[in-house]
């Protein structure tokens, strides 16, 4: 062994006996942490929590399941479009973002009819259609849509509520909160027997199906899941940045999230926030060489999935437990 | 008679332009076929070879030998790619999601580094060959001779394919792994040929692209995105599907360039793919599985 493997095992070992207080000390910090952190760090955080839901929407198709499924970018902005347009027409808020989860969840079903038929990289290339035709019709709709441009989106509480408590600290709780609940939701979900089906449809359809598992609908249920999520996300996202534009929701995005939950590890749930951290917080990181973003992304995306197949999570749930 | 024009104009730059993206499709389809691998970096291997004739113009070389190092630059990138990244991967569980992102992570690095080094839009300045009259259009004879160059590459690795004892183990290893490695072939190998023939055959079809139209740091996206529709459309392993499916894309491409606005061509493109997939799952001429 190295002496940095030395070193690593030794930390995690001291980790291991003290599992409790550095769960409590986390969670302490991050309650305190809106009274910390400068509000442009505070925004970065909330967004992480935003990327961290979204990654549900790679690791329970694309882990779990086995679906490349490639339109997230465009289930977010399902779901983020039909928030703004609830809430222009009259509707509370907090009333339209279960509309639009189930709007967004729909939406996903109804793809997934044709498109389950196909399966692996077929699916893959109806789904990145999918994404591309959703970008391309918010662009030829402008009167609806607002066009290229974007649209300005309401916002989530009443403004009763922003006069007490500073808006990025609401969003930052909330985004919080609706991170921890999605994350034991799906931790629960994919222990279950539900998640043993997805495991077993990844790996033999045919096998999975002999013993009495109905892989076309577990298969629509990941593709519904996955809309879901990010519909919630995307009914967070609009009224979190108060504008929506059609660029946010293209291709590059749905890059992103499986990004996250691939650098994360795509089969262990926690692993979501520690993606969506890289995803979010490495590019302001980078801001120096802001050029070679693309470049950095790419080869830490090659690295990890070669070197690194359970992500970050996967490392250091291998480490902890 | 201007119907028919238009007509004739878009059926023949169509086909030329299914021509040149054939070379794309089918190294991406061989790729596919053979190994397994979606390879999302295909078109990389245009943009890579039309930019390097762009720079070697620019540093004062010549058009001959400036395409020879072109082409060796992309068959070599070919097999690195191959040995670095992929080679990594043979024999993991799902193998086909792997080199799906890895290749996809390979193809971003290579339209950043692209834009750095080079920065827009580039034209290959073609030989000066002159054009014919065809109907009521100027048809350049350099848009002839490239579709006939992509038709002769098309032909040879139809024959390669065929006749060779590599393009042989090729099928053998595309049919059955582990059988074709019980009678010796080595699967490495087989593989390194393949990548560098598939980047090859991609690195004419941008070269020939950035003479008749121009070259630009995501080219190799749009590349793939064409490919991948073609491949899927025309059916994996299906060598004519393939074919037909390149130059139906192409006219459709070109249909809806001229007659409806060329902001709607990549619309038009994925509503094809979107239909085609939808309805029949495993393309026209295929069937869904193929053993990946």
């Given amino acids: 062994m190295s002496a940095i493997e030395v070193t690593v095992e030794r930390a995690a070992s001291v980790a291991r006996s003290y599992r409790r207080t550095l769960l409590g000390a986390l969670a302490l910090m991050l309650l305190v942490w809106p009274f910390v952190l400068q509000s442009s760090m505070l925004g970065n955080v909330t967004l992480v929590f935003v990327f961290g839901l979204l990654a549900f929407s790679a690791i329970v198709p694309i882990g779990f399941a086995g679906q490349l499924i490639l339109s997230q970018g465009a289930f977010f902005g399902i779901g983020a479009y039909t928030f ?23 939406t996903a079903y109804v793809l997934g009819w044709p498109a389950t038929r196909a399966s692996g990289i077929y699916l893959g290339i109806i789904t990145l259609a999918f994404n591309e035709l959703f970008v391309i019709a918010l662009n030829l709709f402008p009167a609806f849509t607002g066009g290229s441009t974007g649209i300005r989106s309401p916002q989530l509480l009443p403004d009763a509520v922003y006069d007490v408590v500073p808006s990025e600290v609401v969003y930052y709780y909330l985004l919080l909160v609706a991170f921890v609940l999605v994350y034991l939701g799906f931790r629960r979900l994919l222990g279950s027997r539900i998640g043993w089906a997805f495991l077993s449809i990844k790996e033999n359809k045919t096998v999975a199906e002999s013993i009495g598992i109905d892989a076309h609908r577990y298969r629509l249920l990941s593709f519904t899941i996955a809309g879901a999520t990010c519909g919630l996300a995307g009914s967070l996202y609009a009224p979190l940045t108060g504008y929506i534009s059609p660029t946010v929701f293209n291709l590059s995005t749905s890059i992103d999230i499986i990004l996250a939950g691939i650098i994360g590890g795509l089969l262990v749930p926690i692993g979501s926030i520690f993606g969506a951290a890289v995803v979010v917080l490495l590019p302001d990181l980078l801001r120096f060489i802001s050029d070679f973003r693309l470049t950095v992304f790419g080869v830490l995306l090659i690295v990890v999935l070669i070197y690194l197949p359970e992500g970050i999570g996967g490392w250091l749930r291998d480490r902890l437990d | ?172 290893v595309s049919d059955d792994r582990q059988g074709a490695e019980m009678l010796g072939i080595d699967y490495d190998r087989i593989s390194m040929v393949t990548f560098g023939v598939g980047g090859l055959l991609t690195g004419v079809s941008g070269i020939l692209y950035g003479m008749l139209f121009t070259v630009y740091p995501t080219l190799g996206v749009s590349l793939t995105a064409f490919a991948f529709t073609i491949v899927v459309v025309g059916g994996v392993g299906s060598f004519t599907g393939v074919i037909a499916a390149s130059l139906g894309i192409g006219i459709v491409e070109t249909f809806t360039a001229t007659v409806v606005g060329s902001e709607y061509r990549f619309f038009a493109i994925f509503l094809v793919l979107f239909l085609v997939l939808t309805l029949k799952p495993g393309g026209i001429g295929g069937d869904v599985d193929v053993g990946h």
């Fill in chain 2, 1 to 172: 008679m201007a119907a028919i024009d238009t007509a004739a104009f878009i059926v023949v730059n169509g086909l030329i332009f299914g021509a040149l993206i054939a070379l794309t499709a089918v190294g991406l389809s061989l790729i596919f076929g053979v190994l397994g691998v979606p390879n999302f970096a295909q078109g990389e291997f245009a943009a890579v070879a039309g930019f390097t004739v762009v720079g070697l113009l620019g540093a004062g070389v010549s058009l001959a030998p400036a395409i020879v190092v072109a082409l060796g630059l992309s068959c070599v990138l070919g097999v690195v790619a191959e040995r670095l990244t992929i080679a990594k991967l043979y024999g993991r569980d799902n193998f086909l999601l792997l080199s799906f992102f890895v290749t996809f992570g390979l193809s971003l690095v290579s339209h950043n580094v692209l834009r750095i080094a080079f920065g827009g839009f580039e034209q290959i300045p073609g030989p000066q060959l002159g054009s014919i009259a065809l109907f009521d259009f100027e048809l350049s004879v350099l848009r002839l001779v490239a579709a006939l160059i992509a038709v002769v590459m098309l032909g040879a690795l139809h024959l390669f394919t065929k006749y060779t004892y590599v393009g042989l183990a090729m099928r053998a």
């Fill in chain 1, 84 to 106: 703004v347009k609830l809430t222009a027409a009259g509707l509370p808020g907090i009333a339209a973002v279960p509309v639009a989860v189930v709007v967004t969840a729909g």
